[in-house]
């Protein structure tokens, strides 16, 4: 991935001609990157001092400091950029299921963005398979006033070539059939939740959406063959403007200083776990581009 993104970088800032010869560059980049790159050890500190980087957050502004700071360090000229921006974060859920609507038991759940701010639902639990619109159209007259549950890929055994959704396209659909609800089953074994969104315009979505685990997920599906089985979504979260910040460092152009190339990566996560992945490796490869170029001194015909 370091790599990748320097490659990317470099053959961005140093505008080519026919008789240019990168090779001395770009060995010195791959040296220095081989022998020093920080940024794994940033990220692993960050990761472990900050926690999650939910956009709006404390955490979130910890991990903008960071970076600045970081950055700053390097030699860079670095500049915060504030902005405000709608944003959304879960409080509280609870998940029951079960074969009685008056005794029903608690699931392990995790709510999915841009849910409600408040919703208390009860209903009988239709299965809809892979949740596509193939899945609904035989059954579309019993959807109605149910909570669908809906596997988040391809169930094993489904027709062959079978496509799958994103989950905000699978939650828009059984909104459209009526559903007052939805649970998606995982697809990642031992009860990993997932925290993304189900809405497809990053806006509230009207009925409650919930992620089980694979393994309660399918357990109920079983169940659901033998008898009728019902759920309770109770949730609570928030939606309001937040402000927050870019961390923008810039190298200035030698040659075209008006013309500007933008190398990025969203600093933020979501807030159930370190987002070490999504995008903390990302951003933080970024980062240490701008370290290496210090280092360095290398300079660019365009503003980076």
């Known amino acids: 991935m370091k790599n990748f993104f320097f490659g990317v970088f470099v053959f961005a ?45 404390v955490n979130g ?21 504030p902005f405000e921006v709608e944003s959304w974060n879960r409080k509280t859920v609870a998940v029951k299921v079960g074969a009685k609507a008056d005794a029903l038991e608690n699931v392990r759940a995790v709510t999915l963005a841009h849910s409600p701010v408040s919703a208390n639902v009860s209903a009988e639990i239709i299965d809809v398979g892979n949740g596509l619109e193939a899945d609904y159209q035989p059954i579309a007259e019993k959807v109605k006033g149910k909570i669908a549950l809906i596997y988040l890929g391809v169930l094993p055994g489904s027709a062959k070539g079978t496509g799958s959704l994103h989950r905000s396209e699978k939650t828009a659909i059984a909104i459209k059939y009526g559903a007052v609800g939805v649970i998606i089953i995982n697809t990642v074994k031992n009860g990993v939740l997932l925290t993304g969104t189900a809405s497809v315009t990053g806006k509230l979505i009207p009925i409650p959406a919930v992620c089980i685990g694979l393994e309660n997920g399918m357990a109920l599906k079983e169940r659901i063959k033998a008898t009728p089985q019902f759920a309770n979504l109770e949730m609570t979260n928030f939606s309001g403007l937040i402000k927050a910040r ?59």
């Open 246 to 304: 870019n961390v923008i460092a810039t190298f200035k152009g030698t040659q075209f200083p008006k013309e500007k190339i933008v190398v990025g990566g969203h600093l933020d996560s979501w807030d159930l776990a370190t987002g070490a992945i999504d995008n903390g490796i990302g951003s933080f490869s970024v980062i240490d581009m701008a370290r290496t170029f210090k280092k360095l001194g290398l300079s660019t015909k365009r503003t980076v």
């Open 61 to 81: 502004a910890k991990a903008e400091e960071f970076a600045y700071n970081l950055l700053k360090s390097y030699g860079c000229d670095v500049k915060y950029q």
């Open 13 to 57: 800032g140093f505008t080519a001609n026919a008789q240019d010869n990168f090779a001395p560059v770009f060995n010195k980049i791959n040296t220095e990157v081989q022998s020093n790159a920080n940024a794994y050890a940033n990220l692993k500190n960050a990761s472990e001092t900050i926690g999650h980087r939910l956009t709006g957050s």
